[in-house]
């Protein structure tokens, strides 16, 4: 078997969807990773693909969809049809919003996106929570890390991933209230802002933050 993965993250080598590779990849002896954040090669990776069976496509939700270059080169896809019928593909999205809830739309679409492909799915995973995955320290992740690597550790052997690694990894579709309660504590101590805010700062963003330039 012969694995392809694309990566598309417009983050591209300095992406969570790296990282969450990165562990899919642990016991894999061998792939190769494409990333999708370079546009004009995308005909290119079509003519690559060609010479994989199996492939893998990890990108975080974007606006409750998927990054532009991962539409884009499943338009792409669909041009050329016959390089991807019967090839077996994966998907991870993953979501900076903590609760599953916010992909499940787009798992459908990518359930229904392999259909009209005529390709095999062999899995969407969904792993919510991924904003914080470059900065963590590996201990913090390293219980998603395993669950990561144990599904492409099945996905290689070519047998069915563990429905409960899936679910584990996916958590609740929504916060429990025990959850909700811990989150509003959260919020009202300023903590869950601070990640944010120190991005908005970095990025000169800060004083703009509640900017409305829409509304009437
Ligand atoms: C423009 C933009 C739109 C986003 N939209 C969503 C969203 O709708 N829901 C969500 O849960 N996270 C959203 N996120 C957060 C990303 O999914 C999250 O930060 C992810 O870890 C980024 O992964 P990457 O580093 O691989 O690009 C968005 C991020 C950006 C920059």
């Known amino acids: 078997m012969s694995l392809l993965i694309f990566n598309g993250s417009p983050r591209g080598e300095k992406s969570n969807s790296d990282i969450i590779i990165s562990w899919f990849m642990k016991d894999i002896t061998s792939a190769t990773t494409v990333y999708l954040k370079k546009v004009k090669q995308h005909e290119s990776i079509i003519e690559e693909a060609k010479s994989f069976d199996q492939l893998l496509f990890v990108f975080p939700l974007y606006v409750d969809g998927m990054p532009a270059q991962v ?18 593909v ?41 904003e914080g995955f470059r900065i963590m320290p590996p201990r913090m992740t390293a219980k998603k890390a395993k669950q990561v690597a144990a599904i492409g550790r099945d996905y ?4 069915p991933f563990q429905k409960e690694v899936k679910a584990a990894l996916e958590g609740p579709l ?7 309660a811990y989150f509003k504590i959260i919020q009202k101590l300023g903590l869950s802002n601070l990640y944010w805010d120190q991005q908005l700062k970095k990025n000169k963003a800060f004083d703009k933050r509640f900017d409305a330039p829409y509304s009437e």
């Open 71 to 88: 539409k884009h080169f499943f338009e792409r896809m669909n041009q050329h049809k016959e390089v991807f019928k019967g090839k077996e």
């Open 156 to 159: 290689q052997r070519n047998i």
């Open 90 to 130: 994966s998907f991870i999205i993953h979501s900076g919003f903590s609760e599953a809830i916010h992909s499940k739309n787009l798992e459908k679409y990518l359930y229904r996106f392999a259909d009209i492909m005529e390709m095999k799915i062999y899995g969407v995973f969904v792993i919510p929570g991924s």
């Open 174 to 180: 929504v916060h429990s209230k025990s959850q909700a």
